[in-house]
């Protein structure tokens, strides 16, 4: 690329960055960092290519300045609850089609999972075992459908359940690297595997049991996945469309968004893992405390994941 073609097609983002230095232009500290990798980048490549020219010295003055304002705002934003507040709300709401994209993969496995459970009886068997399968059934007779939830000491249970959980998704976000063909197979697979074990229950006219009983920690078990593996697809993303940035650099900035959107995820991991250690176990509970806490949970989502970032995204246009 010629000098003048890459000052041309990079210089947009420059200009934006010196518009925030001056002050004329307000961006996110996570803004900052993204522009600082990009400018990193850019640097590299103009001494490598254009050793001589005057835009290596402009972007090495640009880095510096940048790094300093990086610095401040670290110094200034130290406490963790900024990053609940402000940095993580930004980070989902602009993840937010990747986030639809992946809860659309869910919806679609589920009900492969609940329509092909009917049309094949043998289906449900092939997804869950044998094993599983023939426990559930054996329950369903002793008129304690759900009791393999009451296996398990709690805390034993609490911890191995959440360790699992963050296994599902840590498979999800990494499998990214495949350009998200794999992300895809992990949500979709868990998506059948739910689908399926819901409608077995429908087969034998338990499906509210069965949902006022799995959702307690399902709900926000489930949400989980849809998250990890919408940072899956963000990293595959970054690998397919590079846009104007190397493909390194891309595939940079697109693990370091993905991994902080699954970092979020881990007062979830360990609110699900503590749900069914330790309450879904008791399967006998008065329906209103199993609804109360399915509804609490999904409150939690639709706020946290869907109004309040885009609250905060309003509020920072307002603001300028």
Known sequence: MKEFKFTQTRSEGWIKIENALNKKEKLSPDELADYYVSLSDDYSYAQTYFPKSNIKSYLANLMSRVHVLIYKNKKQETSILSFWRYSYPKIVFESRRTILFSLAILIVGFAVGWFSNFQDP?????????????????????????????SGI???????????????????????????????????????MLGTFMAMFEEHDLLSE???????????????????????????????????????????QGVQKAGRLCMGLIPIFITAGFLEGYVTRHTTMPYAV???????????????FFIYPARIHRNKFQTK
Not at 135 to 150: C, F, M, Q, V
Not at 222 to 230: H, L
Request: hydrophobic share 55%.
């Open 122 to 150: 043998d289906f449900k068997r092939l997804i869950m075992g044998d094993y599983y399968i023939d426990i559930t059934l054996n329950n369903i007779e002793k008129g304690d459908p759900l009791a393999i939830y009451k």
């Open 154 to 192: 709690g805390t034993t249970s609490f911890l191995g359940i959440t360790i699992n959980n963050i296994k599902v998704s840590f498979m999800a976000f990494v499998a990214g690297i495949s350009f998200g063909v794999l992300t895809v197979a992990v949500v979709f697979s868990n998506a059948v």
């Open 210 to 252: 069965a949902i006022s009983v799995v959702f307690i920690h399902g709900t926000l078990e489930i949400f989980a996945i849809v998250i990890a593996g919408a940072a899956g697809f963000i990293v595959g993303r970054s690998l397919l469309f590079p846009q104007t940035y190397t493909r390194m650099a891309s595939f940079k």
């Open 290 to 304: 199993r609804y109360a806490t399915i509804g609490a949970s999904l409150l939690f989502i639709v706020y946290y």
